[in-house]
């Protein structure tokens, strides 16, 4: 076909379609407003468009919304902006809506645009605070959410008695939420009237209930009524109040050594409240109460410190007093000790059999105390123990231990009187009273007659003869002589303890503490110089074996040594001859003295470490010499030969 022949074909075809009622060219519809995505909250939305054809002045134009119609315009302008507004209210939901516009067989629809109507303002709900709730906090948070038929967001307010004190304006729907109150923050007080507010998208707003907000940022001052104290009880009770401006009531717990031990959950405001612990161990405790107001601030009260003692002190007797034999005259003591976890002190008596003998009041926790026996023992075996009360009235008694008390024969004679017809006689006298005479000494003896009168004669053979070594029995004498003293002398054991044993020489009772093995020197004759040396060789629980001998060193003597002028020779005869040994000791002294100076010369002499550094500096010093010989010749070799240069 060619290019006239077309031409002619397309004139024809249109001539034929305007004869038909038919336009080459369809209408173009175009939609205005609202633009896509609008939210809206009316129910009858109005809605532009215009529409443009070539061929046609008017077209027939509807509103479809939803598929459904709901305005049309019979004779819309062609290329002119017309209104079409729902004749019907449109229920609340998201929709398409477009204009479609006809004339005869030509027609055509706008774009879809979507249009959201939202007709319901949205639900709010607090979550946190609680209505009627305590904060510690004057920022404190709130937590909300809203819920919303349409709208996915909304813009939310906090407001604290009619004052805005917080804004968020991107809230999700149906999202837990969190506006902190801003930092000009609350004040305390009780009663604030709380609410959260939300605006939706097409300005639908909904609000929380009010509800009741108290503020309190500051913690109860809490008084510890009670003071420091010991307690025979496991479950103390304490007293203390509380103050607050603002809680009515308060939760109050008691500590013992930061554990609870009893707790109040409603204390009233300023009112004197009793906590009694659980039961508590034995011990000293750190005690406070806290208290934590409506708001949770927590007050503490000062500590006090309790001291719980429900056991009886420990009494601990001397074990070493156990089955001792005592002399019944003496003046005898039983120490003890006692523990207590509670009580500084006790009050503690001593019994014989069941009969108190002696007691003290103020005896110190953990220190050895002593009890006097206050009355003579008569002789006999006794159950002995110590009772011990302590500050709490809490008692108990020590361990059983068994003493024997037993009179010893303490036996002193006068001289001998003259003798007659080689008899001789005396008195003696116990100094106990204790009534058998199994120790006496002899009151009559054979003598030689010496002449003369009056000063007695020298002890015969009717004493115990007194040899070097003695083995006493816990209730034998053993007599002896001491040199230049006419009388006789007698020791005697006291108490055998673990340790050692107690002697008593003579009958003034000089007593004598002995360990086996120690030697000790005593004065017996009262003239304040050692006369005699003992040593304890060896001891059982009912014996012991002693050594004694003079003072001087030399052994005790059975009877005098002569007479006292014959005594007072011998003395000075050994001291005349002690100069000449002195002498003879001291020639080697001052030899050795005048000896020293020399060997102190001859190792100064001789010392190898001065020696040895004196060959050292030697040999630095000839380094020395031979290091300034080498740096000044070369100086000279060169300024002689700069010479000939010259020359």
Not at 31 to 56: A, L
Request: with cysteine.
């Amino acid at each position: 076909m060619d290019f006239k022949k077309l031409i002619t074909f397309l004139l024809v075809a249109m001539l034929f379609m305007a004869v038909g009622g038919y336009s080459v060219f369809a209408a173009v519809v175009n939609p205005v407003s609202p633009g896509d995505g609008f939210w809206t909250s009316n129910q009858t939305p109005v809605f532009i468009f215009n529409f443009t054809d070539p061929n046609n002045a008017t077209m027939s134009c509807e509103l479809e919304i939803g598929g459904t119609g709901y305005d049309i315009n019979a004779s819309a302008l062609n290329n002119t902006p017309t209104t079409l507004v729902a004749n019907a209210s449109v229920p609340e939901g998201t929709y398409n809506w477009l204009v479609n516009c006809s004339l005869g067989n030509n027609s055509n629809v706008s774009s879809a645009r979507n249009i959201n109507i939202d007709v319901n303002a949205p639900n709010v709900g607090i979550s946190s605070p609680a209505p009627n709730a305590w904060t510690n906090d004057n920022t404190t948070d709130i937590t909300f959410n809203f819920t919303d038929s349409m709208s996915p967001n909304a813009s939310c307010t906090v407001w604290v008695n009619g004052i805005m004190y917080g804004t968020n304006g991107g809230v999700l729907n149906n999202t837990p939420t969190v506006i902190t109150v801003n930092d000009s923050g609350l004040s305390d007080g009780t009663g604030y009237s709380l609410s959260v507010n939300c605006t939706d998208l097409v300005g639908n707003e909904g609000g929380s209930g009010a509800q009741t907000l108290n503020v309190d940022t500051v913690a109860a001052t809490v008084n510890m009524l009670t003071t420091s104290f010991s307690t025979g009880v496991n479950t103390p009770s304490v007293t203390f109040n509380y103050s607050d401006s603002l809680a009515g009531t308060a939760n109050c717990t008691l500590y013992f050594d930061g554990s609870s031990a009893a707790n109040n959950v409603s204390t009233l405001n300023w009112t004197s409240t009793v906590l009694t612990s659980a039961a508590q161990g034995d011990g000293v405790y750190d005690v406070y109460v806290n208290c934590s107001d409506q708001a949770n601030n927590i007050g503490k009260s000062g500590n006090i410190t309790v001291t719980i003692d429900t056991n009886g002190p420990t009494v601990n007797v001397n074990a070493s007093l156990d089955d001792t034999q005592i002399n019944s005259n003496n003046t005898n003591l039983v120490d003890f000790n006692f523990a207590d976890g509670g009580s500084s002190t006790a009050s503690c008596t001593l019994y014989f059999n069941s009969t108190s003998y002696g007691s003290n009041s103020s005896v110190l926790n953990n220190t050895q105390t002593a009890i006097t026996v206050d009355d003579t023992m008569s002789s006999g075996r006794y159950d002995v123990w110590v009772n011990c009360t302590d500050g709490l009235s809490n008692e108990d008694k020590s361990a059983v231990i068994n003493i024997s008390y037993i009179c010893y024969e303490d036996w002193s004679c006068n001289a001998w009187s003259t003798c007659t017809d080689g008899l001789r006689t005396r008195m003696c006298t116990d100094a106990n009273s204790c009534g058998t005479t199994t120790n006496r000494p002899s009151l009559s003896g054979s003598c030689t007659s010496s002449g003369g009168g009056g000063g007695g004669a020298p002890p015969t053979p009717a004493l115990s003869k007194m040899p070097a070594k003695a083995s006493l029995k816990r209730y034998g004498v053993h007599y002896f002589m001491v040199r230049g003293d006419r009388y006789s002398h007698k020791v005697r054991i006291q108490e055998i303890r673990t340790n050692g044993v107690w002697f008593i020489f003579n009958s003034e009772q000089i007593e004598v503490f002995l360990e086996q093995g120690e030697t000790k020197k005593v004065d017996v004759t009262g003239d304040n110089k050692a006369d005699v040396v003992v040593t304890l060789l060896s001891f059982t629980t009912n014996d012991a074996e002693i050594n004694l001998a003079q003072a001087e060193g030399e052994p005790i003597e059975d009877e005098p040594v002569g007479e006292p002028v014959e005594e007072v020779a011998a003395e000075e005869e050994v001291m005349a001859e002690e100069p000449v040994q002195e002498v003879v000791e001291e020639k080697p002294e001052k030899k050795e003295v005048a000896e020293e100076p020399v060997e102190e010369e001859v190792e100064k002499k001789s010392n190898p470490v001065a020696i040895v550094l004196l060959v050292i500096a030697a040999i630095i010093l000839v380094v020395l010499i031979i290091g300034f010989a080498m740096k000044k010749k070369p100086k000279a070799v060169h300024h002689h030969e700069h010479k000939k240069h010259e020359e």
